[in-house]
């Protein structure tokens, strides 16, 4: 904890930057010449009613009188609505005991405060933050005193993660919600706003350390869920070492989603690394392929072995589950049969 000394320094410090950040409000000028209006409307009555008076006019003085009590009334009215407005709008500055006491608070609150001078920064340490399972460490918050006035929030904040555990490829997103020194505040934005144009610093510091322990899924940088593992090498997705596959042609890191089996070896591949079968259209590796033809790439279960010579061809070649060339012979032969039966049949006639 720090010195009565030092502790009087610091709110010292604090109440000179926030006074010196207060802007004028504007001056209430409708509701002054409203009032003035209304004055001007009263004292012509009054003379009116002071005529009616001395010249007996009873009918004029009850009238006028009645008059008189409505404008006073309204005097009355609007000089209240400037009087709150001057209490809500320029209320008096709080005493250096309350910056002292502001402090204090935030010192019960964070334990030790680190003041750099020079810097112009108070700095505050939270307790080690886990979201979700994902362990991100202690923060550092750091008030840049001398910001006040010019950045708006969290902008005069800067936010230092003391045992960093950042996002798997994000070495800047330490947090869900921070990136670099930036802090995403999201609905808590304008309750840090007036708290800094309020002057309560301490609640500024509890506002912040609420966002730090607190994930909203609808707008981190980084989800929990992506925090950790490799990413797919085919969507992105990050995925943990346990629940990845690994491509056997090429080694990419694989999802659960992305990653397919060769229909012929059943290895696991990413889609990089498979090709459509000529034939049967099925997605093989490229060990599992063959140039049969041209440039036509073939799976070997898309080959079929003739049953005349034994020779291995693709299976759309077949014919009689002969190749071409036994296919070819077999009509050769046959021709030459019917040739015979031919010459036969004519010597017969």
């Not at 707008?219 to 056997?248: F, I, M, T």
């Amino acid at each position: 904890m720090l010195s009565t000394k030092l502790a009087l320094r610091l709110a010292r410090r604090l109440q000179d930057a926030w006074e010196a950040a207060r802007k004028p409000k504007p001056a209430l000028d409708t509701a002054w010449d409203r009032i003035e209006t209304r004055y001007d409307i009263a004292r012509r009555v009054r003379e009116r009613l002071l005529f009616a008076s001395r010249g007996q006019f009873p009918v004029g003085v009850r009238t006028l009188s009645a008059d008189l009590g409505y404008h006073l009334g309204e005097l009355a009215r609007i000089a209240s609505g400037i009087r709150e407005d001057m209490t809500s709008k320029w209320p008096l500055p709080p005493g250096l005991a309350s910056w002292l006491a502001d402090v204090r608070q935030f010192e019960a609150e964070f334990g030790d405060v680190e003041v750099k001078w020079k810097e112009q920064v108070v700095r505050v340490v939270t307790e080690p933050i886990e979201l979700r399972g994902v362990e991100l460490g202690p923060f550092a918050i750091d008030l840049h005193w001398d910001r006040i006035g010019s950045a708006k929030g969290a902008h005069c904040f800067d936010f230092h993660a003391l045992e960093p555990n950042p996002a798997v490829g994000r070495g800047d997103v330490v947090h869900p919600h921070v990136q670099g020194n930036d802090l995403c505040a999201g609905d808590a934005a304008a309750s840090l706003q007036r708290a800094l144009e309020q002057g309560r610093f301490a609640d500024a510091f509890l506002i912040i350390r609420s966002v730090l322990t607190t994930y909203n899924p609808s707008s981190p940088y980084v989800p929990l869920e992506q925090w950790s593992g490799s990413p797919c090498s085919d969507c992105g997705c990050r995925v943990e070492d346990e629940d990845s596959y690994g491509c056997e042609g090429c080694e990419n890191n694989l999802c659960e989603r992305c990653a397919v089996s060769c229909a012929a070896c059943m290895s696991s591949r990413c889609n990089g690394c498979l090709e459509a079968c000529s034939i049967c259209d099925s997605q093989c590796c490229s060990g599992c392929l063959e140039t049969a033809r041209e440039d036509e790439r073939i799976c070997t279960r898309c080959f079929a072995r003739c049953s005349l010579c034994g020779g291995r061809v693709p299976k759309d070649e077949l014919t009689d589950r002969l190749c071409p060339n036994c296919a070819n012979d077999e009509e050769t032969d046959d021709d030459e049969d019917d040739d015979e039966l031919v010459q036969i049949a004519l010597g017969a006639g």
